[in-house]
């Protein structure tokens, strides 16, 4: 029960978190679509990256099931991490980020290893 308790908290504090993330985001297009691109591809490409996700999670059918949704929308925000990662390990100058970029790489893989064998032995459930 606690457990149960605890990834419906996680769930509802990754959902607001989307949400919020979401709401900043599209009043930060409007913004910036008044603008020209001032910063090279590296930026972009991180950026879409983010949007990406975004769009992935905001799209996402939900079960239901606190504990299968909150493992999907795990997965595509450790996938989202790992991809912004690498667009720092391509592109950045700073060694400590770049180690920093390295580790989140390596974690975030196998956190979604993990998630992805619980999802395979656990069928969302209403």
């Known amino acids: 029960m606690k457990n149960n308790h605890y ?10 978190a989307l949400l919020l993330s979401l709401s900043v985001s599209a009043g930060a ?6 603008q020209p691109m001032q910063h090279g591809a590296h930026s972009q490409d991180m950026k879409q ?3 990406g996700m975004q769009q992935k999670m905001s799209n ?14 795990m997965k595509s ?3 989202a991490g790992i991809d912004m990662a690498e667009q720092e390990l391509k592109n950045g100058k700073d ?9 989140i ?3 975030q893989t196998k956190e979604i290893d993990k998630l ?4 395979s032995s656990h069928k969302a459930t209403k």
Not at 7 to 16: D, G, R, V
Not at 29 to 34: F, G, P, S, V
């Open 29 to 34: 297009q409007t913004t910036q679509a008044a």
């Open 77 to 79: 925000h450790h996938q």
């Open 60 to 73: 996402m059918p939900m079960t239901g099931d606190a504990d299968h949704d909150f493992a999907m929308m």
């Open 116 to 119: 992805d064998k619980w999802m």
């Open 49 to 51: 990256g983010a949007q």
């Open 95 to 103: 060694a400590q980020l770049k180690s920093m970029a390295k580790k």
């Open 105 to 107: 790489v390596t974690d």
């Open 7 to 16: 990834l419906k908290s996680t769930l509802t504090a990754c959902t607001s």
